[in-house]
């Protein structure tokens, strides 16, 4: 039992330390910049809350607490990342959609906030941080799905990548909302639990992740012969109909 | 109280939802439309192009004129004008997928470049669309057509699965080769 956090930290280590690696190598870093922002945030916390804790341990619990929320908030980094690679600012569906899927992200992030001022009235358990993972990660796992359920619906391809990052991100956020909700409800029974499934589901994101992005295989971009040019269609049958008139004009008034 | 209950169960559905996301595994890319199309103009696959295999298979018209007395000689006749139509169809899918696969030896023989793994993937998809059609031709001789009215979706999504690998390879050449194959691979049927 003693050495399975060892295992743990040493397993996050080594799948944080492949997952810099790979996106480092060949620049796949600069194709994902806010997936590598939050990777970058996620490698920074680990290593500073390790000096922490061998350094100044008292100030750890606050450390790890804070940095966990601010942890939480940069997932939506996630989302906006999977939004804009599976629907670019060129995809026709990102036109059409980008003022439904604000407002969609608003509403949900209004119901959140909700949420999260209502765990005061809880009996059982205050924490912030609980409220927080469940509430976020609900409404995270639904952006994430609610961004494939439409990638599926337009049929626009998804790239090995890009689905990588979202699937485990959503089987994460989805997870955590769960575990932190039970936690919440069953406080003393669950927390023993909650202590190991957090760590364990973060390291299999992070394997996921790794196996994602270990060649850079992004979604295939619309080429010319995938879009329809109206404007493009009518030039060509006005310059037709000029054509036609004049002709007509001719073996008329030769 | 309820919100906490209920978020429970919201996540845990969520999770499976995205567990059924990632069994399934990511899409295969969709080949290039273009490369789609010229591909049904080269091999000239007649059953795929068929829209109606559905329909064909699908019994709801059979049992309306059969549900009533007076019209069930009617409905044992386009029974089996159904069942030949079916078979019809099943060969056109057959000859479809014989096609496809001769179409993607020429196009590794011109020279097009695939790997072991593409070629396994192909002869795989070839072997197990020849089984499936000739089961569902044995299906349909032996109880008739109805007698497996979903397999018709199946049967043409594996012509199609070889169909979009065909054009995978076919991008892989410049456009502009592209009618220089069609002419090799006409020269090379006649």
New interface residues.
């Given amino acids: 039992m003693s050495l399975l956090p060892s295992l743990i930290t040493f397993l996050g280590a080594t799948l944080e330390a492949l997952l810099v690696w790979r996106l480092v190598k060949g620049g796949t870093w600069r194709h994902y910049p806010f997936f590598s922002l939050f990777v970058g945030y996620v490698v920074s916390q680990h290593i500073a809350l390790f000096v922490i804790l061998h350094l100044a341990p008292r100030e750890y619990p606050s450390w790890y607490w804070d940095s966990g929320i601010a942890h939480i908030c940069l997932r939506f980094l996630l989302i906006w990342e999977v939004f804009r690679q599976v629907f670019p600012k060129t995809s026709p569906v990102h036109r059409m959609l980008s003022r439904q899927v604000t407002l969609g992200a608003v509403a949900l992030i209004t119901v959140l906030t909700g949420?999260l001022w209502?765990f005061q009235t809880?009996?059982s358990f205050h924490s912030v941080y609980l409220a927080m993972e469940?509430?976020f990660?609900?409404v995270q796992?639904?952006l994430v799905?609610a961004i494939?359920t439409l990638a599926?619906y337009y049929?626009q391809?998804?790239?090995?990548n890009i689905?990588?990052i979202a699937?485990?991100f959503?089987?994460y956020?989805?997870?955590?909302?769960?575990?932190s909700?039970?936690t919440?409800?069953v406080h003393s029974a669950f927390f023993p639990y909650w202590y190991w499934l957090s760590p364990f589901s973060f390291a299999a994101m992070l394997a996921?992740w790794t196996w994602a992005v270990w060649s850079y295989a992004p979604n295939?971009v619309a080429?010319a012969?995938?879009m329809i040019d109206p404007a493009g269609d009518a030039g060509r049958w006005a310059e037709n109909w000029g054509r036609a008139v004049s002709t007509t004009r001719k073996v008329m008034h030769p | 109280?309820i919100?906490?209950?209920s978020?429970?169960l919201?996540?845990?559905?969520?999770?499976f939802?995205?567990?059924k996301?990632?069994i399934q595994g990511?899409?295969a890319?969709?080949p290039?439309?273009?490369a789609v199309l010229a591909v049904r103009q080269m091999v000239h696959l007649d059953g795929l192009s068929f829209a109606g295999g559905q329909r064909l298979l699908d019994d709801r018209e059979f049992q309306m004129l059969n549900a009533t007395a007076e019209l069930r000689e009617v409905a044992a006749l386009y029974r089996k004008e159904r069942q030949a139509l079916a078979l019809v169809w099943i060969s056109l899918l057959l000859g479809d997928v014989h096609g496809l696969w001769r179409f993607r030896r020429f196009l590794v023989r011109s020279g097009v470049p695939a790997t072991l793994h593409d070629e396994i993937q192909i002869l795989s998809d070839a072997l197990q669309a020849m089984v499936f059609l000739s089961f569902l031709r044995v299906i349909v001789l032996t109880f008739g057509p109805f007698a497996f009215s979903g397999a018709a979706r199946n049967a043409q999504g594996m012509v199609e699965k070889m169909s979009n690998a065909s054009a995978h390879v076919l991008d892989r050449l410049p456009r502009h080769g592209w009618p220089e194959i069609e002419r090799n691979w006409h020269k090379g049927l006649a």
């Fill in positions: 949420m209502a809880y009996g469940r509430s990660g609900f796992a639904m799905l494939l599926r049929q391809p998804v790239g090995r689905w990588g699937v485990a959503g089987m956020s989805s997870l955590t909302t769960a575990a909700a039970v919440d409800l996921m295939r080429t012969n995938d | 109280m919100q906490i209950l978020l429970v919201l996540g845990a559905i969520l999770f939802v995205f567990l996301i990632a990511p899409s890319s969709a290039d439309s273009s």
